[in-house]
C-alpha cells in the first residue's frame, strides 16, 4: 500500500526566507509524486508532480522539489517566500497499483511573518 | 488550467435530512471524478471514485447507501449525504480528471462546508 507522510505539521517562516517542506512516501516501486496547495475559499492547486526523468521539477510560483530515491522523499522548496505563499501544503502520491487514485499525506500549514 | 466548481459551498441541514452536493467540471468533459473528505486540520481522505456512466467505487469503510453518488454526464458529479447526522459534518471536496490514468492532472473543487445539526 501506498502512504504519504509530511513531518511538519506547521512551519513559519519569514518573507523572503526560504522554505523547504518534507515528504517521505512508502512505495516498493516509484510511485507518481504531486505537491498541491490548499488555500481558504479555493481548491486545491497543483504546485509540480514527477512522473520520472529529471529529478529536480519545477513547478509554478516559483516552487521546486526534488525526488531523492534513496530516501523515499519528495521535498518541497521556494527560495523566498512571500505573504500570499501562507496556505496549506499537501503532498500526494498515485500509483496505478493503486487504482491512480492519489494518498495525501497530513498536509503542513505555513504561515508567513512580515 | 481547468476549473471545477461546487455547489453550494456551505450548508447547514438538520440531523435525518438529505444534502446534495454537486461537483461540475466547467470547461473540459471529466472521465473521472473524486469525492474527500477533509476533517478540521486533517489530509483529504478519498471517499469514492465515480466514472461516467457507471456505478462508483466506495473506498473501505464508506457507506455507499448513506453517501450516494451519481456520475451522470461528463461534466456532473452529485454527492448525496442520505439521513445526515452531525457525525456527517465535514468538509467534502470534488475533484475532475479528463481521463482515467494518474499522470492525467486532477482539478479540485473549493469544496463545500456541511454542518449537521
Known amino acids: 500500500a501506498q502512504s504519504v507522510t509530511q513531518p511538519d505539521i506547521h512551519i513559519t517562516v519569514s518573507e523572503g526566507a526560504s522554505l523547504e517542506l518534507r515528504c517521505n512516501y512508502s512505495?516498493?516501486?516509484?510511485?507518481?509524486l504531486f505537491w498541491y496547495v490548499q488555500s481558504p475559499g479555493q481548491g486545491l492547486q497543483l504546485l509540480l508532480k514527477?512522473?520520472?526523468?529529471?529529478?529536480l521539477v519545477q513547478g509554478i510560483k516559483g516552487f521546486e522539489a526534488e525526488f531523492k530515491r534513496s530516501q523515499s522523499s519528495f521535498n518541497l522548496r521556494k527560495p523566498s517566500v512571500h505573504w500570499s505563499d501562507a496556505a496549506e501544503y499537501f503532498c500526494a502520491v498515485g500509483t496505478k497499483a493503486a487504482g491512480n487514485k492519489l494518498t495525501f499525506g497530513g498536509g503542513t500549514r505555513v504561515l508567513v511573518k512580515p | 488550467g481547468a476549473v471545477v466548481s461546487q455547489h453550494p459551498s456551505r450548508v447547514i441541514c438538520k440531523s435525518g435530512t438529505s444534502v446534495k452536493i454537486e461537483c461540475r467540471s466547467l470547461d473540459f468533459q471529466a472521465t473521472t471524478m473524486f469525492w474527500y473528505r477533509q476533517f478540521p486540520k486533517q489530509s483529504l481522505m478519498l471517499m469514492a471514485t465515480s466514472n461516467e456512466g457507471s456505478k462508483a467505487t466506495y473506498e473501505q469503510g464508506v457507506e455507499k447507501d448513506k453517501f450516494l453518488i451519481n456520475h451522470a454526464s461528463l461534466t456532473l458529479s452529485t454527492l448525496t449525504v442520505t439521513s445526515a447526522h452531525p457525525e456527517d459534518s465535514s468538509f467534502y471536496i470534488c475533484?475532475?480528471?479528463?481521463?482515467?490514468?494518474?499522470?492525467?492532472?486532477?482539478?479540485f473543487g473549493p469544496g463545500t462546508r456541511l454542518t449537521v445539526l
Open positions: 514527477y512522473f520520472s526523468g529529471d529529478t
Open positions: 512505495y516498493g516501486a516509484t510511485p507518481y
Open positions: 475533484s475532475a480528471r479528463r481521463g482515467g490514468g494518474i499522470t492525467d492532472t486532477q482539478y
